[in-house]
């Protein structure tokens, strides 16, 4: 009888899993990739993809392109990573998770055909989309890049068009700790002749992204470039954005089911993506926009962005991990409105940790803690480090014994936040 929590142990056990061990499981070629998109023969070759890299944002851009088409009719597949309970959840089509059945019946057949090949989890899970996605027959996939773009073992489609949303220090060990490498490092999945919107002009990037986008004959444009962000602001549990094109065209009342300020940004990313599509021969219509960013959750399944989990007292977490996130959260939580502010943290150990804790208020008390991963930052040390920065509070044995402590120590109008790491809210949500 097959076994569904065997063939998950296999996935997370058997094979080296970044999420887990962190640097040990990092792949430096495309060598084990090309290997399996062979034997499965080049399942993404028969379905259209866009392809979305970036250091934040990728997610929830992903997600929101993928709603935009699913409103237009399309039958689309979603690649994303990393989940949160579930790993069904980084292979969806219309916002279905795969099922166990084809999980099980994928490693299956992957054992029986290449016992001999050692791929890491990463590239196995890849592999068991494109191949699920050709099964399903969709007509389009959107795939969002693990890490990096140049090396990601997604990089092996010809996409319809390539997205990058933005740019940070991120998994600096592996993609370069100045911006113009980590660029260098997102702009490998620009392709031949592939159209080319990215989301942010930065200044030590656009040199990166117009110089391989020249030298391989891709159109390029910048999102910020085309549109103007004339307001954003919170109407009940939605973000109302406001663009304005160059030709003076506005996008008006634009209702984003993801709460965070950041959003606003990436709405300007997907408005671009949106008209490129257009241009590429996707039938689209603006009543396909909004309704694809009004019914976010609906359509894809998304969470832990900026994501409601109490109103009294309200109780929020976001995935944020590096600096860039959390100078988005920190601004999001000044727009809150409450009397105290109460924080679950946990981090994981090889980000950027001091970055990160000198961002944080000061004015709200801290409940410590450490996911349930290898790579986590002991409790201990965090609450060492953070009172370098003036962040006092209490450590915790889990994610869900702090969340507990700070939500029984919470009044009706205070705010308990949680984050510091997806795996932190993978616990909670």
């Known amino acids: 009888m097959r076994d569904y929590q065997s063939t998950l142990e296999y996935l997370y056990d058997q094979l080296p899993f970044f999420q887990r061990q962190g640097a040990s499981a990092y792949k430096h070629d495309l060598g084990v990739t090309l290997a399996l998109d062979d034997i499965y023969n080049h399942p993404h070759a028969n379905y259209r993809t866009i392809h979305v890299a970036g250091t934040n944002g990728k997610g929830s851009v992903s997600n929101m392109i993928a709603s935009i088409l699913q409103q237009a009719g399309y039958k689309v597949g979603l690649y994303t990573s990393p989940h949160l309970k579930d790993f069904r959840e980084r292979i969806r089509v219309n916002g279905e998770m795969i099922s166990e059945e084809s999980v099980m019946d994928f490693v299956e057949h992957y054992k029986l055909i290449s016992p001999d090949l050692t791929p890491s989890f990463f590239e196995m899970t890849v592999a068991m989309a494109f191949d699920y996605f050709d099964k399903q027959n969709v007509d389009v996939a959107v795939i969002e890049v693990g890490m990096g773009g140049r090396l990601d073992s997604t990089n092996v489609i010809i996409p319809d068009l390539s997205v990058i949303t933005n740019i940070g220090l991120d998994h600096t060990q592996f993609l370069?700790?100045?911006?113009?490498?980590?660029?260098?490092?997102?702009?490998?999945?620009?392709?031949?002749?592939?159209?080319?919107?990215?989301?942010?002009?930065?200044?030590?990037?656009?040199?990166?992204?117009?110089?391989?986008?020249?030298?391989?004959?891709?159109?390029?444009?910048?999102?910020?470039?085309?549109?103007?962000?004339?307001?954003?602001?919170?109407?009940?549990?939605?973000?109302?954005?406001?663009?304005?094109?160059?030709?003076?065209?506005?996008?008006?009342?634009?209702?984003?089911?993801?709460?965070?300020?950041?959003?606003?940004?990436?709405?300007?990313?997907?408005?671009?993506?949106?008209?490129?599509?257009?241009?590429?021969?996707?039938?689209?219509?603006?009543?396909?926009?909004?309704?694809g960013l009004r019914n976010i959750h609906?359509?894809?399944?998304?969470?832990?962005?900026?994501?409601?989990?109490?109103?009294?007292?309200?109780?929020?977490?976001?995935?944020?991990?590096?600096?860039?996130?959390?100078?988005?959260?920190?601004?999001?939580?000044?727009?809150?409105?409450?009397e105290k502010l109460h924080f679950v943290l946990g981090m994981v150990s090889d980000k950027d940790?001091?970055?990160?804790?000198?961002?944080?208020?000061?004015?709200?008390?801290?409940?410590?803690?450490?996911?349930?991963?290898?790579?986590?930052?002991?409790?201990?040390?965090?609450?060492?480090?953070?009172?370098?920065?003036?962040?006092?509070?209490?450590?915790?044995?889990?994610?869900?014994?702090?969340?507990?402590?700070?939500?029984?120590?919470?009044?009706?109008?205070?705010?308990?936040?949680?984050?510091?790491?997806?795996?932190?809210?993978?616990?909670?949500?």
């Open 176 to 291: 370069g700790d100045t911006l113009s490498k980590v660029a260098k490092e997102k702009a490998g999945i620009i392709k031949d002749g592939v159209p080319v919107v990215v989301g942010k002009r930065q200044r030590s990037c656009m040199e990166v992204f117009e110089e391989k986008a020249t030298g391989v004959n891709a159109p390029l444009v910048f999102a910020d470039q085309l549109f103007t962000l004339e307001d954003h602001r919170i109407e009940g549990d939605r973000r109302v954005v406001e663009l304005r094109k160059g030709n003076g065209f506005v996008y008006p009342n634009l209702s984003v089911a993801l709460q965070g300020r950041y959003q606003a940004e990436n709405v300007v990313t997907v408005v671009a993506v949106y008209e490129k599509l257009i241009s590429l021969g996707y039938k689209l219509t603006e009543s396909d926009l909004y309704n």
């Open 298 to 338: 609906e359509n894809t399944g998304m969470m832990g962005r900026w994501q409601k989990l109490s109103d009294k007292p309200l109780v929020v977490c976001d995935t944020a991990h590096n600096v860039d996130g959390i100078v988005q959260v920190v601004q999001q939580m000044a727009e809150s409105t409450y």
């Open 353 to 429: 940790v001091r970055g990160v804790l000198k961002l944080l208020p000061q004015d709200a008390t801290y409940y410590f803690c450490s996911p349930d991963i290898l790579r986590a930052l002991e409790a201990d040390e965090l609450k060492e480090r953070a009172s370098e920065f003036g962040l006092e509070g209490n450590v915790y044995d889990s994610v869900r014994e702090a969340l507990k402590s700070a939500w029984e120590s919470a009044g009706e109008n205070d705010m308990v936040f949680v984050g510091g790491s997806n795996f932190v809210v993978a616990e909670v949500v």
